[in-house]
T-cell receptor
Framework: GIQVEQSPPDLILQEGANSTLRCNFS?????LQWFHQNPWGQLINLFY???GTKQNGRLSATTVATERYSLLYISSSQTTDSGVYFC??????????????FGRGTQLTVWP | NAGVMQNPRHLVRRRGQEARLRCSPMKGHSHVYWYRQLPEEGLKFMVYLQKENIIDESGMPKERFSAEFPKEGPSILRIQQVVRGDSAAYFCASHIDGYNEQFFGPGTRLTVL
């Protein structure tokens, strides 16, 4: 398979602070997605970003595929940002089989 | 356009019973995946299906678990003779042909007593 490592495992912030979450992966990928798992357990799509940079409101993400890492930036954090952030990748093996490999996640807690 | 639907959202079974989990992919999506999230762990791939075909079941336990995605109707993940270790959240995801961003359903939380 492919190894996906996320850091830090836990992050505690005051409301309004900025943060950077990292995802390293061990092989070439043709899909990389960031998800937010909210306290109710639902997985929310944040970014589909196999390469390049995208922004959506207070969140942005960058994937440097050649160096096998991706970063998720959260600015001006809010209590509703709390939850677990997962990075997931699909290995590029020519013919896609589609399965996503997930990291262990970053548990983010934002205090008011 | 409704998202990925899963039901039931919560399922309680006693050891030895059968669990049937249903997933309706987003409209137009023909690729369906099942993942399992054990407590305090990330998500692990189980099986990948297209209509009437199992494409990759390498993540599925060899015994008691089966999956199908019939021509008509939802995809079904079936667990026979459940054991306590099957207690987990089971997520279904889907994507459209030619674009591999996966969208996830709300999950089914299975509790085995």
């Amino acid at each position: 398979g492919i190894q996906v490592e996320q850091s830090p495992p836990d992050l505690i912030l005051q409301e309004g602070a900025n943060s950077t979450l990292r995802c390293n992966f061990s092989d070439s990928v043709n899909n990389l997605q960031w998800f937010h798992q909210n306290p109710w357990g639902q997985l929310i799509n944040l970014f589909y970003i196999p390469s390049g940079t995208k922004q959506n409101g207070r969140l942005s993400a960058t994937t440097v595929a050649t160096e096998r890492y991706s970063l998720l930036y959260i600015s001006s954090s809010q209590t509703t940002d709390s939850g677990v952030y997962f990075c997931a990748v699909e290995r590029d093996r020519g013919s896609t089989l589609g399965r996503l490999y997930f990291g262990r996640g970053t548990q983010l807690t934002v205090w008011p | 356009n409704a998202g990925v639907m899963q039901n039931p959202r919560h399922l309680v079974r006693r050891r030895g019973q059968e669990a049937r989990l249903r997933c309706s992919p987003m409209k137009g999506h023909s690729h369906v995946y099942w993942y399992r999230q054990l407590p305090e762990e990330g998500l692990k791939f189980m099986v990948y299906l297209q209509k009437e075909n199992i494409i990759d079941e390498s993540g599925m336990p060899k015994e008691r678990f089966s999956a199908e995605f019939p021509k008509e109707g939802p995809s079904i993940l079936r667990i026979q003779q459940v054991v306590r270790g099957d207690s987990a959240a089971y997520f279904c995801a889907s994507h459209i042909d030619g674009y591999n961003e996966q969208f996830f359903g709300p999950g089914t939380r299975l509790t085995v007593l």
